[in-house]
């Protein structure tokens, strides 16, 4: 089970940074992925962590601006988002992939309920 939190309304410009927490014992070999939907649109690949903690990967759209990094004692993933835009506002869902890191959400096997992110102008 994976709950997010973190969301909110926030200005362009400003920060955020949500939350996952993972239930379990095996979180250390899953890679956890971030992913959004915005009204009307499909879910997206935001971002990924791999299992170790060594390699990430972003959406082009936010490289630069967001981050991804966990936390394995505390079972948490973190998703580091700055210089939010108003295109940045969706739902926002971490997921897990069992060791393999990808932007393919279906590889994805478990997911959080979302937590929704307003960037306003």
């Known amino acids: 089970q994976l709950v997010e939190s973190g969301g909110g309304l926030v200005q362009a410009g400003g920060s955020l940074r949500l939350s996952c927490v993972a239930s379990?014992?095996?979180?250390?070999?899953?890679?956890m992925g971030w992913f959004r939907q915005a009204p009307g649109k499909e879910r997206d690949f935001v971002g990924a962590i791999s299992f170790s903690g060594g390699q990430t990967m972003y959406t082009d759209s936010v490289k630069g601006r967001f981050t991804i990094s966990r936390d394995d004692p505390e079972n948490t993933v973190y998703l580091q988002m700055n210089s939010l835009k108003p295109e940045d506002t969706a739902v926002y869902y971490c997921?897990?992939?069992?060791?393999?890191?990808?932007?393919?959400?279906?590889?994805?096997?478990?997911w959080g309920q979302g937590t929704q992110v307003t960037v306003s102008s």
């Open positions: 997921a897990a992939s069992r060791w393999l890191l990808s932007s393919q959400n279906t590889q994805y096997s478990v």
């Open positions: 379990g014992r095996e979180f250390g070999t899953y890679a």
